[in-house]
């Protein structure tokens, strides 16, 4: 006698701005995954990880929006292309949501991030939460200190811990015009 399936039901914002759609993470991310792993690109967020690692992160994006009700967002152009992942995080043992980003090879200094970022900051003000989260940036990533800022986040902190050399930026309580 087989068991009855269990069907665990999941449902995640699909948000829309002027040229990009931010939606559910999906299988089909992972190859997008690896090749963005074994990147240069990837140094400030743990790149070189194992393919096995890569797969965990992707179901554990999946298993952070079940738990949490918000996560990382897979970023999309109108026409398609898969460009990165944007979103609010917030891991076992953190003491705070973080928004974070990061774009795939040949698709930054587009406006892109930015775009994505303030997307996921406002649903996740709008769905969760209206405390400001933070974005912890590896000190020798300005291009991602200058993205903060255009957020109108302020740096707190510069902290060396288990995460690493980097600064903890706080984003405004209420949307910055731009």
């Known amino acids: 006698m087989t068991a009855a399936a269990h069907q665990i039901s ?10 990009l759609v931010l939606r559910e993470p999906r299988e089909a991310d992972f190859a997008a995954l690896l090749a963005f792993n074994d990147s240069p690109r990837a140094s400030f ?10 797969w965990r992160g992707l179901l554990a994006n999946i298993g952070h929006w079940a738990l ?20 609010v995080i ?3 043992g ?7 980003w990061h774009l795939f090879d040949g698709h930054e200094g587009r406006g892109y991030a930015t775009e994505a970022a303030m997307a996921a900051r406002d649903d996740y003000r709008a769905r969760i939460s209206p405390r400001p989260p933070i974005s912890y940036i590896a000190v020798d990533n300005p291009r991602s200190e200058a993205l903060a800022l255009r957020l109108g986040a302020v740096r707190e902190r510069t902290l060396n811990d288990a995460k690493g050399h980097h600064h903890v930026y706080r984003h405004p309580a209420s949307e910055v015009p731009a």
């Open 10 to 19: 999941l449902t995640i914002p699909v948000l829309q701005t002027g040229r």
């Open 45 to 54: 967020v743990g790149g070189g990880a194992p393919r096995q690692q890569v």
């Open 68 to 87: 949490r009700g918000y996560g990382f967002y897979s970023v999309e152009t109108k026409a398609g292309d898969f460009v990165g992942r944007v979103g």
């Open 90 to 92: 917030c891991h076992d």
């Open 94 to 100: 953190w003491d705070e949501p973080e928004l974070a």
